[in-house]
């Protein structure tokens, strides 16, 4: 009974949080005001509501369902607590995707981050075999990570002009302001399929938890296992870093709160990661525009500033420490 009261308050929660997300913003327009008698304040409103703060809240709840669910199946994969989409380096090769788009002005700088995050699905599937083992998956995990964080450092580096540089700078601090329908549509496909991928994964994960031997045992195939994971993470981790640049934290953090509550079993964690990671960034990107007194806060920074001494704090916890 506790799951589902847990999962009804993440949900109601969420819908609380999109409600207020559309009411707030620089303007004092309400949502409400796009019913005003008074046309032009009306339509000003309509405006506002449907091209501004609509937008930005979709966006924000899919790429924090899509960071927390991949979180937690990463963690279940690997059975590693300290696992988050970038220990495959999804989220680092979408964003060199993103910023190879940019800085050679191609059609798309979102098109640009998923066949960046595309071809690391394709890269760890070479790297890491047909039947990847943990230890060789995240190997190649970290490979992939530092030579993308190597070539965006080294575009950089090369960017033509210092405005170059500094629009790819304030791109990788990550955020979903001034985005629009497009990106919505652009990312959302992409992250649908990768939802699906992942939660289909639920019931191979329980059973992993019980060591490979008796997953082997009831029939789970753990070489497909493995790559939906890697497939579904790059689906919707790598369309999401492709709008909105490179969030961190938020797939570290989700599931360690939840699973409390919750319990270990994926087919439970699965869901309530989802909207857990939907929630954390909404209310982030909310708490944001309420306190913002000159330049908006960028999104990545505030999860980072948040999620930095979760994780510092957890390492001690495993260890033994204080």
């Not at 949080?17 to 796009?34: E, F, N, R």
């Amino acid at each position: 009974m506790t799951y589902y009261r847990t999962e009804a308050a993440l949900a109601l929660s969420l819908l609380v949080l999109i409600a207020v997300s559309t009411a707030i913003g620089p303007t004092a327009l309400m949502p409400w005001d796009s019913l005003s008698a008074d046309p032009v304040r009306a339509m000003l409103a309509r405006t506002i509501l449907v091209d501004i703060r609509l937008p930005r809240t979709v966006l924000a709840v899919l790429a924090g369902a899509s960071l927390g669910l991949s979180g937690a199946v990463l963690q279940g994969l690997m059975r590693n607590p300290l696992a988050d989409p970038g220990v495959i380096g999804v989220s680092s090769m979408a964003a060199l995707g993103s910023v190879l788009a940019f800085y050679f002005g191609l059609w798309s700088v979102a098109g640009g981050g998923i066949v960046g995050a595309l071809c690391a699905a394709l890269l760890l599937m070479i790297l890491a075999g047909r039947a990847p083992g943990i230890l060789t998956l995240m190997l190649a995990g970290v490979a992939l990570s530092s030579l993308a964080v190597a070539l965006t450092a080294l575009a950089l580096n090369l960017a033509p002009s210092p405005l170059a540089a500094y629009e790819i700078m304030v791109w990788l601090m990550g955020s979903v302001a001034d985005r629009s329908w497009i990106h919505v549509e652009t990312a959302a496909p992409f992250i649908l399929v990768g939802w699906g991928l992942l939660f289909a994964t639920g019931r191979g994960l329980a059973a992993l938890a019980l060591g490979e031997d008796v997953a082997r045992s009831l029939g789970i195939n753990l070489g497909r296992l493995r790559m939906m994971a890697i497939v579904g993470t790059a689906g919707c981790v790598g369309a999401s870093v492709a709008v909105t640049g490179s969030i961190g934290f938020v797939g570290l953090v989700v599931p360690h709160l939840l699973r409390p509550l919750v319990g270990h079993d994926s087919r439970r964690l699965l869901p309530v990661s989802a909207l857990g990671g939907a929630i954390l960034l909404l209310a982030a990107d909310c708490v944001i525009r309420l306190v913002a007194v000159g330049p908006e806060l960028k999104l990545g920074v505030a999860t980072a500033l948040v999620g930095a001494p979760f994780f510092l704090a957890l390492v001690l916890r495993l260890r033994g420490g204080p």
